[in-house]
Structures are given as structure tokens and as C-alpha cells.
């Protein structure tokens, strides 16, 4: 059952125009791009080259939980799911553009699923103490897939200092269309706790 944000403030703006969003803002892409059938969510930071920063998604059903195993990826499985493509792992962040990113192909997402969580955790940060205080220009980016223009995008400004992980926003199948919530929540935290919290 898709969720109802009618009543909510979108930030919705000029359609030919990139959205900058900030924290606990919802953004309608279906909106924005009433032709989007494939987005791609790209995450960016800078670090220095001991770091090794991880995207894992979680496709969430009615019950906020994952279902079973292919609704969960991450740098140590396979990386695809019904309508749902990951970058595989990269360990230094080297390079221009996304570090790491997902594909969403909404027709094919599973339809019991009601939201995908993207949290980026740095692996190993306790044994190497790491934490998001020293990861600079982090960033979400949306683009339409097919064409490549951005749609939004979410940059944390906030101090992370203490934290290993940062839930970065969730796409919310919304009654309207596919919604992005920008949440930008640090913890101090290891993929296990995400995992724990939503299997």
C-alpha cells in the first residue's frame, strides 16, 4: 500500500530546474519528471585514500521490514534485486562522480515494497578510527537515468564527528509517485545494527 505525502511540503520547483534539498524535506521525482521510468541515485564524498565508504540498501516492505535476503545489498553480495541495480564495492573513492550508486527501475521494484534505504557506512571506522568528521563534500545526487538530468540532490553540511554511518534518505512509493526523503540521521554504528533493524 503506497503512502500518502499529499499533505507535505515537496520543495517541488521550476521542472527544468535542480532541487537542493535539505534535511526531513520529501522531493516527488514522478513530479518533477512526469516520464521518469529509471533513476539513478548517486552518492559522492571525498575521504582520503585509507577510506573505504560502503552503500547498503534496504527495500522495505509494509512492515518496515526486509523480507527476505535480496531486499538487503551491499558490498559482500550480489548486487542486484527485482528493479534495483548497486555499484559494486569501491574501497577508495578515487576518481570523478558517483563513488557509489544505485539504479531504481520503478515498474520492476517489488510491489509490496513501500521504501528503499540508502545509509553509508565507512567499513572498518572503530578498528581504524574513522568517522564521517573526515569525509568531506558528501552528497546525494537523483538524475533520471535515461537522460542523465539531475533532478535533486542533498548535501550534508552538518557535523558528523563522531559517526560511522549516515542514513542518508529513503525513496518512498508515495500515492502520487516515488518520493525522496532527505534524512541525512548519523550514527555511531556498523551495517549489522541496520541490518538487525530492519530484518
Known sequence: ??????NLNT???????TVNLEKDMFFNLEKSEPTLRKAHVGLQWDAGDDFDLDLSVFALHQNGKIQQMDDFLYFDKSVSAPGLQKSGDNRTGEGDGDDEWLDVTFDSVKPTVDRIVLVAIIYKAHEKRQNFGLVRSAMVHIDNAETGRTLTQFRLTDDYSTDTAILFGELVRAT????????????????????????
Open 1 to 6: 500500500m503506497a503512502i500518502d505525502l499529499s
Open 176 to 199: 502520487d509517485g516515488w518520493t525522496f526523503h532527505a534524512i541525512g540521521e548519523g550514527s555511531n554504528q556498523d551495517l549489522q545494527f541496520y541490518l538487525d533493524k530492519y530484518k
Open 11 to 17: 520543495n517541488q520547483a521550476d521542472p527544468f530546474s
